[in-house]
């Protein structure tokens, strides 16, 4: 249908905004962009980061981006002006993941620092540090009721933790080598990690499946 067209450089992350209307892309060239996905064309061109981009997310509501960098820090965008509205730091080495919480009220960053980082989307204030991983983290992710966050990390384990009080919850060994992926289900209770030991593996958190056999059933 489109090409789009207007990066000086490597693409190496994409999304559709949840209405399916908008992508945003980010590049190598420092800058990331949002199309109009009817006309192919450029609405915004983000620019603000010092170095290559590495990962970018849309908010649930699709009014707010961010983008993290090589510059080790990550940018909230208003999508409708493409104008910054904060600058989250903290990270001593490049930001590898970024994830917005369902709710759009926190930010979860992951770095080759091998820290995670949980921010307040609006204040730009870090409540928790995510200490523990030995090597850089390259994914994360919050659970769907947002009171957990997992990373994978290079040092073979994917660890689990409180949001609020940034505390280690879980460890999960059992891969060869460095994990590159890691995802919850929908209900929160099962967790799939890939690892460059060429395997996934599927972990079942039993405290998440205790809370969900807890809660009474629904009325047909």
């Known amino acids: 249908i489109y090409t789009l067209r207007g990066h000086q450089a490597e693409i190496v992350n994409l999304h559709y905004n949840v209405d399916g209307d908008k992508i945003m892309t980010a590049s190598f060239d420092h800058t990331a962009k949002l ?9 915004h061109s983000l620019e603000g980061h010092s170095a ?3 990962c970018s997310q849309f908010d649930y509501t699709g ?18 002006t493409g104008k910054p509205i904060e600058t989250f730091r903290g990270h001593t ?16 960053t992951a770095s080759a620092d091998g820290n995670g980082r949980i921010y307040n989307v609006f204040t730009g204030a870090c409540s928790s540090i995510l200490l523990g991983h030995e090597g850089e983290i390259s994914k994360i992710c919050f659970n769907p009721q947002c009171s957990k966050v997992l990373t994978a990390g290079s040092d073979k384990t994917c660890r689990l933790w409180a ?9 999960l060994e059992g891969h060869e080598d460095e994990i590159f992926s890691c995802a919850f289900n929908y209900e929160g209770d099962t967790i799939i990690t890939g690892s460059k030991d060429n395997t996934c593996r599927i972990w079942k958190d039993e405290e998440a499946m205790k809370d969900l056999a807890s809660k009474p059933a629904k009325e047909e």
């Open 63 to 80: 009014e707010y981006c961010v983008t993290g960098s090589i510059d080790r820090t990550c940018i909230l965008w208003d999508v409708g």
């Open 93 to 108: 080495d490049e930001v590898l993941d970024v994830c917005f919480s369902n709710t759009g009220t926190k930010l979860a």
């Open 163 to 171: 949001v609020d009080t940034g505390n280690e919850l879980q460890r």
């Open 35 to 43: 199309w109009d996905i009817r006309t192919g064309q450029i609405i």
């Open 52 to 54: 290559e981009l590495s």
